[in-house]
């Protein structure tokens, strides 16, 4: 049984799965059932001066991911400040406070969400290459609070600089990635764009951004000493172990919850604890940073090398064979990669669901 436990700026979670600021964590009785459910830690749903008008419908699984038109919350923060967050305090967890947007907007929620934060994370959904709206939000945020504040990322083109002008103006961590957009869907039955926002646009949130989340998060934790919490795509355990080698001290779920309730986090905390026993990790915050000191023993390679077979967990289920552009694999009594075909593209590998290929990534 490895450690779970990651303490961050004095916040002990139990695991480093928690909810992120969405409709998994849209109330405080939400919020208690994650943490029944095995989350370690609660960040709340976004407030800011007015309650949102969301439209509908405003949420939907595509084929390709989850749709969303979701805003900040819908309850006012009065609600909020006299009945929501005392609920999720009484979880007994660390609790993440989500406000936004702008700074006029964070000048005023801020003082009120002080007495029940143990940290704050600010959203302003900024997408642009200006960082001014978001360092005076951040600006604004600090000046009314004495806990850690944290600035939710977009999928930055260049991360590296937000992030660290970030940091620069006093931020005591990041939480990236925000969800993925604009994007669209349209119900072929009806010809409608299935989200209800005035263009039918939404925003993409699920497995599909987690290698974008991935790239954010590897990038950003090269050039900032903050510490930063991921979110994006996270279904199960190995999703989490991935995010913490990228560099995250942590991770939010969203989306998942969404689809499959709060007992998700714990489930996926279950998972995470099982692939450490596997590999032989005694404690989660040894695999944190562990692609970056991977990635310089890595040999950058042109060359073929052909994927290794272990006949033992091959179910020939001829999934890698119908994937095989390059007509290398066979599969009859056993499983067999012509040496002189393959490519050594490494589809097959990804594609097996026993592990019963590999292939040396080094």
């Given at each position: 049984?490895?450690?779970?436990?990651?303490?961050?700026?004095?916040?002990?979670?139990?695991?480093?799965?928690?909810?992120?600021?969405?409709?998994?964590?849209?109330?405080?009785?939400?919020?208690?059932?994650?943490?029944?459910?095995?989350?370690?830690?609660?960040?709340?749903?976004?407030?800011?001066?007015?309650?949102?008008?969301?439209?509908?419908?405003?949420?939907?699984?595509?084929?390709?991911?989850?749709?969303?038109?979701?805003?900040?919350?819908?309850?006012?923060?009065?609600?909020?400040?006299?009945?929501?967050?005392?609920?999720?305090?009484?979880?007994?967890?660390?609790?993440?406070?989500?406000?936004?947007?702008?700074?006029?907007?964070?000048?005023?929620?801020?003082p009120l969400v002080k007495p029940y934060a143990d940290a704050v994370?600010?959203?302003?959904?900024?997408?642009?290459?200006?960082?001014?709206?978001?360092?005076?939000?951040?600006?604004?945020?600090?000046?009314?609070?004495?806990?850690?504040?944290?600035?939710?990322?977009s999928p930055h083109t260049d991360i590296q600089t937000i992030a660290?002008?970030?940091?620069?103006?006093?931020?005591?961590?990041?939480?990236?990635?925000?969800?993925?957009?604009?994007?669209?869907?349209?119900?072929?039955?009806?010809?409608?764009?299935?989200?209800?926002?005035?263009?039918?646009?939404?925003?993409?949130?699920?497995?599909?951004?987690?290698?974008?989340?991935?790239?954010?998060?590897?990038?950003?934790?090269?050039?900032?000493?903050?510490?930063?919490?991921?979110?994006?795509?996270?279904?199960?355990?190995?999703?989490?172990?991935?995010?913490?080698?990228?560099?995250?001290?942590?991770?939010?779920?969203?989306?998942?919850?969404?689809?499959?309730?709060?007992?998700?986090?714990?489930?996926?905390?279950?998972?995470?604890?099982?692939?450490?026993?596997?590999?032989?990790?005694?404690?989660?915050?040894?695999?944190?940073?562990?692609?970056?000191k991977k990635v310089n023993d890595r040999e950058f390679r042109t060359?073929?090398?052909?994927?290794?077979?272990?006949?033992?967990?091959?179910?020939?289920?001829?999934?890698?064979?119908?994937?095989?552009?390059?007509?290398?694999?066979?599969?009859?009594?056993?499983?067999?990669?012509?040496?002189?075909?393959?490519?050594?593209?490494?589809?097959?590998?990804?594609?097996?669901?026993?592990?019963?290929?590999?292939?040396?990534?080094?």
């Amino acid at each position: 049984m490895a450690n779970l436990k990651v303490n961050i700026y004095g916040m002990e979670f139990s695991n480093p799965v928690m909810t992120a600021a969405g409709p998994g964590a849209k109330d405080g009785d939400l919020c208690i059932e994650a943490v029944k459910g095995g989350a370690g830690g609660l960040c709340t749903k976004t407030i800011s001066v007015l309650p949102a008008d969301v439209p509908r419908p405003c949420m939907g699984l595509t084929n390709s991911g989850f749709l969303n038109t979701e805003l900040w919350s819908e309850l006012p923060k009065e609600q909020w400040i006299k009945e929501e967050y005392q609920k999720a305090k009484s979880a007994g967890v660390p609790v993440i406070v989500s406000m936004g947007y702008t700074a006029d907007d964070i000048e005023k929620v801020a003082p009120l969400v002080k007495p029940y934060a143990d940290a704050v994370e600010l959203s302003t959904h900024y997408v642009g290459t200006d960082v001014a709206p978001i360092v005076n939000a951040l600006k604004a945020a600090k000046s009314a609070l004495d806990c850690p504040v944290f600035m939710k990322m977009s999928p930055h083109t260049d991360i590296q600089t937000i992030a660290k002008a970030v940091e620069e103006a006093g931020a005591d961590g990041l939480v990236m990635i925000n969800s993925f957009g604009p994007c669209m869907a349209i119900d072929v039955n009806t010809g409608y764009p299935i989200m209800g926002s005035k263009t039918g646009y939404g925003w993409l949130s699920g497995a599909p951004i987690r290698p974008l989340a991935i790239r954010c998060i590897y990038e950003a934790s090269q050039v900032v000493n903050i510490p930063i919490i991921g979110v994006g795509g996270v279904t199960c355990g190995r999703d989490v172990a991935e995010m913490m080698m990228a560099g995250a001290s942590a991770v939010q779920v969203c989306t998942e919850a969404i689809l499959r309730g709060p007992g998700v986090y714990g489930k996926i905390a279950k998972e995470l604890n099982e692939f450490l026993d596997e590999h032989g990790y005694s404690d989660v915050n040894e695999i944190k940073g562990l692609a970056h000191k991977k990635v310089n023993d890595r040999e950058f390679r042109t060359h073929t090398v052909v994927p290794e077979v272990d006949q033992d967990k091959c179910i020939k289920c001829k999934k890698c064979k119908a994937s095989c552009v390059y007509e290398a694999i066979e599969v009859g009594e056993t499983l067999e990669i012509d040496k002189d075909k393959c490519f050594g593209c490494g589809l097959c590998v990804t594609r097996c669901p026993k592990g019963a290929l590999t292939i040396s990534y080094k």
